[in-house]
């Protein structure tokens, strides 16, 4: 996805990112594990493959059967109500799956989206969330390529003031379903999905607050609550610090560059819209490093030649560094980065003044700082 006008594609990318059922799982409320069985019936499918995946607590489960003209059956034992992802041929679909349920797949596979789904009870709930976001994604698709069309030097004037209320229309959307539905599984994976995900701390309180004590003390519930604890310590006007190996391993301490205003950016090698920002990160710091700003890039990668290539390539001169463990860096986990490229930017005396500027939103803001 592009990320050339930095404010307006970003809500391009909030609005248009799909609900990933390998990303986001949740329960219903808080139960004991128990077995589920799913038997399918899907005319079309023939003898091809079908996959089965779910990831719960940072563990990862695909199982997989061959199906007999159509006929498939997954058993397993499941820790609460999840999300699981079932792709049969090159088609996907998901369904919430709660312990102790005996679930029937019936349809064809030319439209996956009119299959018939029996014996889970939260899939009605899931299923109304999905039409819900099918109208805006698709909105949001159609303003994406309007965009495209316009071009960077046409007026973009009335499309991203439809942008602006398909966000709205989305915010509104998220609050209604909650309030439909305070004690689902299915809620607290809508506010983290849409407003943790893609940070909005003020709705990812005020419609966390709207959940009833069963869902926020399902598994998914209790994750949507330390995640807003994690989002606490990269609010606006905290003061952050952490130590992390830089490029020859030497630590490098946060707290160190105070005096400084500090941008702490976290990227990747293999991050596209990241390697799309750089050359606008490299622009201000050529201009605002003399006057005092730096930049502290925190990457995700997992292999250090990969890293190493990127700064060289991208001409990252700044500081850098990372534990190279990939997405589940310590300090990510810790900080709560969910996806990237994702900023903060830290004053002079260590407080967060400001979180994810891009493009001219960073210009803006050095502009400000620096004046």
């Given at each position: 996805?592009?990320?050339?006008?930095?404010?307006?594609?970003?809500?391009?990318?909030?609005?248009?990112?799909?609900?990933?059922?390998?990303?986001?799982?949740?329960?219903?409320?808080?139960?004991?594990?128990?077995?589920?069985?799913?038997?399918?019936?899907?005319?079309?499918?023939?003898?091809?493959?079908?996959?089965?995946?779910?990831?719960?607590?940072?563990?990862?489960?695909?199982?997989?059967?061959?199906?007999?003209?159509?006929?498939?059956?997954?058993?397993?034992?499941?820790?609460?109500?999840?999300?699981?992802?079932?792709?049969?041929?090159?088609?996907?679909?998901?369904?919430?799956?709660?312990?102790?349920?005996?679930?029937?797949?019936?349809?064809?596979?030319?439209?996956?989206?009119?299959?018939?789904?029996?014996?889970?009870?939260?899939?009605?709930?899931?299923?109304?969330?999905?039409?819900?976001?099918?109208?805006?994604?698709?909105?949001?698709?159609?303003?994406?390529?309007?965009?495209?069309?316009?071009?960077?030097?046409?007026?973009?004037?009335?499309?991203?003031?439809?942008?602006?209320?398909?966000?709205?229309?989305?915010?509104?959307?998220?609050?209604?379903?909650?309030?439909?539905?305070?004690?689902?599984?299915?809620?607290?994976?809508?506010?983290?999905?849409?407003?943790?995900?893609?940070?909005?701390?003020?709705?990812?309180?005020?419609?966390?607050?709207?959940?009833?004590?069963?869902?926020?003390?399902?598994?998914?519930?209790?994750?949507?609550?330390?995640?807003?604890?994690?989002?606490?310590?990269?609010?606006?006007?905290?003061?952050?610090?952490?130590?992390?190996?830089?490029?020859?391993?030497?630590?490098?301490?946060?707290?160190?560059?105070?005096?400084?205003?500090?941008?702490?950016?976290?990227?990747?090698?293999?991050?596209?819209?990241?390697?799309?920002?750089?050359?606008?990160?490299?622009?201000?710091?050529?201009?605002?490093?003399?006057?005092?700003?730096?930049?502290?890039?925190?990457?995700?990668?997992?292999?250090?030649?990969?890293?190493?290539?990127?700064?060289?390539?991208?001409?990252?001169?700044?500081?850098?560094?990372?534990?190279?463990?990939?997405?589940?860096?310590?300090?990510?986990?810790?900080?709560g980065i969910r996806s990237i490229p994702m900023n903060f930017l830290v004053d002079a005396n260590g407080k967060i003044i400001a979180k994810d500027l891009r493009g001219e939103e960073l210009e803006k803001k050095l502009s400000?700082?620096?004046?």
């Amino acid at each position: 996805m592009k990320l050339k006008i930095m404010k307006y594609n970003l809500l391009a990318k909030v609005l248009l990112t799909a609900l990933s059922p390998f990303a986001l799982w949740s329960t219903v409320c808080a139960q004991t594990a128990g077995p589920y069985q799913i038997n399918g019936q899907i005319e079309g499918l023939g003898d091809q493959k079908v996959y089965l995946s779910r990831s719960y607590s940072g563990k990862d489960l695909t199982d997989s059967v061959v199906a007999q003209n159509g006929v498939f059956s997954f058993k397993g034992t499941t820790p609460g109500t999840l999300i699981y992802g079932l792709r049969l041929g090159k088609q996907f679909m998901s369904i919430a799956v709660q312990p102790n349920e005996q679930i029937k797949v019936e349809g064809t596979l030319s439209k996956l989206n009119e299959v018939k789904v029996t014996g889970a009870k939260e899939q009605k709930v899931w299923k109304e969330w999905g039409k819900t976001w099918g109208v805006i994604s698709g909105r949001a698709g159609q303003l994406y390529k309007a965009l495209d069309s316009i071009g960077e030097k046409g007026d973009r004037t009335a499309v991203n003031a439809e942008f602006e209320k398909l966000s709205l229309r989305l915010i509104d959307s998220v609050e209604h379903f909650v309030k439909r539905h305070p004690s689902s599984a299915i809620s607290p994976y809508i506010i983290t999905d849409r407003f943790v995900t893609y940070p909005n701390p003020e709705k990812a309180q005020s419609t966390y607050a709207l959940l009833t004590a069963v869902s926020k003390n399902s598994i998914y519930g209790k994750e949507l609550g330390n995640a807003l604890k994690i989002g606490a310590k990269t609010g606006i006007g905290v003061k952050p610090d952490f130590t992390l190996p830089d490029k020859d391993g030497k630590p490098i301490k946060l707290s160190a560059l105070k005096g400084k205003v500090v941008l702490v950016d976290f990227w990747a090698s293999w991050c596209g819209p990241c390697r799309k920002e750089n050359p606008n990160l490299v622009k201000a710091y050529s201009k605002y490093h003399d006057k005092g700003f730096e930049i502290l890039g925190i990457s995700l990668d997992d292999k250090k030649d990969n890293w190493l290539k990127a700064i060289d390539a991208d001409k990252l001169t700044w500081l850098h560094a990372s534990d190279l463990k990939g997405w589940k860096s310590d300090l990510a986990q810790e900080y709560g980065i969910r996806s990237i490229p994702m900023n903060f930017l830290v004053d002079a005396n260590g407080k967060i003044i400001a979180k994810d500027l891009r493009g001219e939103e960073l210009e803006k803001k050095l502009s400000t700082v620096f004046k």
